[in-house]
């Protein structure tokens, strides 16, 4: 049991690298990203290739070095940052909502064909094995034991991305970054550079999501191109929905209620194959996840916990009071705003 | 030579299809102004359609009309859904995820219903024929034939009827097009409804061109009629036309010279960059140019 709750709770704070990053990217800049996934493996593949050691042929792949976990973690960040960057310089010059979601998901399926065509770089679809499990030559510890450290150790990390976040969400370049969100042509009047600031945070997710796919890739022990298919996406997706859109507290507890609700959705039903002969629980997982996502649109678009709003009735400009260090900065901008000299 | 022209036959078949769908992806688009993620299912659901009137007659023709009938369904009642979201003051990109959770919602569904396993139409031999230096089955003739009679029609619809006056009009301006008398409701009704007959014929002439229906049949289709639509401008049912020749044309012929896995690379790299460079299409309108 403790097992079972440790491997589900391990796999459900790696998600939250995952949607941490979708949300700053549609949550903070606003742009519906449907390319989350092939960052994650992205990541997840850099991780492998920096410490899996050499190929044994005839599998074939990339670097091939054995250097530690928090190295190959970093290389795997840099990476996806600048794979963010790329695709973000060509996209987010022109395109916004439908257009670069649509563009997103092209970027995702071009990925995924470079990635099971291109042989010698990333080995098709044997994909990468043997990578080892993180900091294990170091620990010794019974399986039980690592399971629950690599918990810890995941939990630390997504602590530090936590109080990250969330000094950026607080931070000048995050209320410009909402400020666009909410109304480019008024941020553009104020001298806000609307293509620089949502590359900024387009390269922040991307990085994040990587890190979330390399610490992925230490529980899973290998990679291969079959399990990053873009409807993972959806999940994500509905788990910042659920959660509340644009808010980190609310994007981790709906990533929470979605790993719980898809574990639940198919443990009731009996375990035989349906009428095709096959395994359906994945079909009904992600039919509770779309009827999930149309329910939380309907009734409550903003999530369980929404933004923040200000006094001033803007989403997202919600300061907690209990930093005075914060509101005094929050409220010298609205100083210079409001008070400008009268004729 | 002879393999170029080859592929410029096979180019043909391919635009047919993507003229079908895309068409009726922009004509429903640029009505109902709801990019529609859910196209793809709609597609699928005609090809499953087909497959299951084939257990009890082999007329070909009642299959296309029950498939068109099938993706007709779907577009109403994914209109139904929408309409309450609209009703309840729901952005735009609110109402491009419901399409994209009812997509994800149905192509589950045909998973549960018919599995994932690759199933395929019992369809007769074809004869061979030679058309200069291109040759073409029967069939493929017949799927070439199909789509220019669609897109008359669509352009007759457009051009000459009172029907297709509104659907202009409200394409234009839904205000304008209500003040005047207009009921704007009932013009997206039945945009769906033609749109989604459409989908669902394209979808049954994708199964058979295709010759693998699987439950993502339609939802991996989609990404190639957006290119088709958006490479015309998105909303311009003729630029559609034209973007469905140049996507089906390039990527076939493009298959008798690259590794033909890297065909659909090819069609998406060039939605990517006619997306970054040219999103209005390449065909602007005459109002774009004087603005």
């Keep these: ?343 | 030579m002879d393999t170029f022209f080859l592929g410029v036959g096979f180019g043909l078949v391919t635009a047919s299809v993507l003229a079908i769908s895309a068409v009726a992806l922009t004509l429903q688009f640029s009505v109902t102004d709801v990019p529609n993620f859910s196209h793809g299912e709609l597609m699928t659901i005609g090809a499953y359609t087909a497959l299951e009137v084939q257990s009890f007659t082999s007329n070909l023709l009642v299959g296309a009309l029950l498939a068109a009938a099938s993706g007709s369904a779907l577009a109403l009642i994914l209109n139904l859904l929408l309409r309450r979201f609209i009703r309840a003051g729901a952005k735009r990109f609110v109402l491009f995820v419901i399409t994209i959770a009812y997509g994800l919602l149905l192509q589950n569904v045909y998973q549960l219903v018919w599995g994932v396993d690759t199933r395929a139409y019992k369809l007769p031999l074809s004869e061979v024929h030679h058309i200069g230096p291109m040759i073409l089955t029967g069939r493929q003739l017949a799927i070439i034939a199909i789509a220019v009679l669609a897109m008359l029609a669509v352009h007759v619809m457009l051009r000459y009827t009172k029907f297709g006056k509104a659907q202009r009009a409200v394409a234009d301006n839904k205000e304008l097009a209500r003040v005047t008398g207009i009921s704007v409701g009932r013009v997206v009704t039945i945009t769906w409804l033609i749109t989604g007959a459409m989908a669902g014929l394209a979808g049954f002439i994708l199964g058979m061109t295709v010759g693998a229906i699987t439950p993502t049949l339609g939802f991996n289709f989609l990404l190639t009629v957006f290119a088709a639509v958006i490479i015309g401008g998105l909303g311009k049912p003729y630029g559609a036309m034209a973007g469905a020749l140049i996507i089906g044309l390039v990527t076939e012929v493009s298959a008798l010279y690259i590794d033909p896995d890297y065909t659909s690379v090819l069609a998406f790299g060039i939605l990517l960059l006619a997306l970054a460079f040219r999103p209005q299409g390449l065909v602007a309108t005459f109002r774009e140019v004087q603005a």
């Excluded at chain 1, 960057?85 to 996209?91: E, H, R, S």
């Excluded at chain 1, 095709?276 to 309907?298: F, H, K, P, T």
């Design chain 1, 1 to 343: 049991m403790t097992q079972y709750v440790t491997s589900f709770l391990e796999v459900g704070v790696v998600f939250m690298f995952f949607t941490i990053g979708l949300n700053i990217r549609w949550g903070w800049a606003g742009d519906l990203d449907l390319s989350v996934f092939s960052y994650v493996a992205v990541g997840a593949y850099i991780t492998a290739v920096f410490t899996a050691g050499r190929a044994v042929p005839p599998d074939e792949w990339i670097i091939g070095v054995r250097w530690p976990f928090l190295v190959a973690l970093l290389a795997a960040m840099i990476v996806g940052a600048v794979l963010s960057l790329l695709f973000g310089m060509l996209a987010l010059r022109r395109l916004r909502g439908d257009y670069f979601a649509i563009g997103s998901l092209c970027f995702t399926l071009i990925v995924y064909a470079v990635i099971s065509q291109v042989l010698p770089l990333f080995d098709s679809f044997q994909g990468v094995t043997g990578v080892p499990q993180p900091f294990e030559g170091a620990l010794k510890l019974s399986q039980n034991g690592y399971d629950i450290f690599y918990l810890v150790f995941s939990i630390a990390i997504l602590a530090v991305v936590y109080v990250f976040t969330q000094h950026i969400y607080r931070s000048p370049f995050g209320r410009s970054l909402r400020a666009i969100r909410d109304d480019p042509d008024a941020a553009t009047a104020f001298g806000r550079n609307v293509y620089v600031s949502k590359l900024k945070a387009y390269v922040i997710g991307g990085m994040l999501a990587s890190l979330g796919g390399g610490l992925y890739v230490g529980i899973l022990g290998t990679w291969n191109p079959f399990a990053w298919s873009s409807s993972e996406t959806f999940l994500l997706l509905c788990a910042v929905l659920i959660g509340g859109i644009a808010n980190t507290k609310g994007v981790l507890l709906g990533t929470f209620i979605v790993m719980v609700a898809l574990t639940e959705a198919t443990r009731y039903i009996p375990a035989l194959p349906g009428p095709n002969g096959q395994d359906d629980s994945e079909a009904i997982q992600y039919i509770v996840v779309a009827l999930l996502i149309m329910a939380v649109l309907r009734w409550r678009p903003q999530g369980i916990l929404p933004e923040k709003r200000d006094r001033d009735g803007v989403a997202g400009s919600g300061i907690p009071r209990w930093r005075p260090q914060v509101l005094l900065a929050e409220r010298r901008d609205h100083d210079s705003l409001a008070e400008s000299p009268k004729p």
